[in-house]
């Protein structure tokens, strides 16, 4: 089984910026598709990134296509997202999870805690 931390997340003004971290443990994840996926208040969870175990594969949402970019490093185990010119609509708390696929668009493993971000106008 493998346990996902999620941190970074803050509070930044319209404009800023901010970079997630995505810690594994209890297992690899060096193999495995990983996504970033938010949930704002009062929506559903949501797709926001993907990346194939490689780091050659990406897949972005359309609302943070040119601001958001996922990065991994299989040898730390860990999954980041940097997150430029955040606007309000960010704001959500955001989690990583393992992926059948970049296709599926879905987390497929147990879902962490979360972290925080909130962009304010």
């Known amino acids: 089984q493998v346990q996902l931390v999620e941190s970074g997340g803050g509070l930044v003004q319209a404009g800023g910026f901010l970079r997630l971290s995505c810690a594994a443990s209890?297992?690899?994840?060096?193999?495995?598709?990983m996504g970033w996926f938010r949930q704002a208040p009062g929506n559903e969870r949501e797709f926001v990134a993907a990346?194939?175990?490689?780091?050659?594969?990406?897949y972005y949402t359309d609302s943070v296509k040119g601001r958001f970019t996922i990065s991994r490093d299989n040898a730390k185990n860990t999954v980041s997202l940097q997150m430029n010119n955040l606007k309000p609509e960010d704001t959500a708390v955001y989690y990583c999870?393992?992926?059948?696929?970049?296709?599926?668009?879905?987390?497929?493993?147990?879902w962490g805690q979360g972290t925080q971000v909130t962009v304010s106008s």
């Open positions: 990346m194939g175990w490689s780091g050659i594969s990406t």
């Open positions: 209890g297992g690899t994840v060096s193999r495995t598709v």
């Open positions: 999870n393992t992926m059948l696929s970049i296709a599926t668009m879905r987390g497929q493993g147990a």
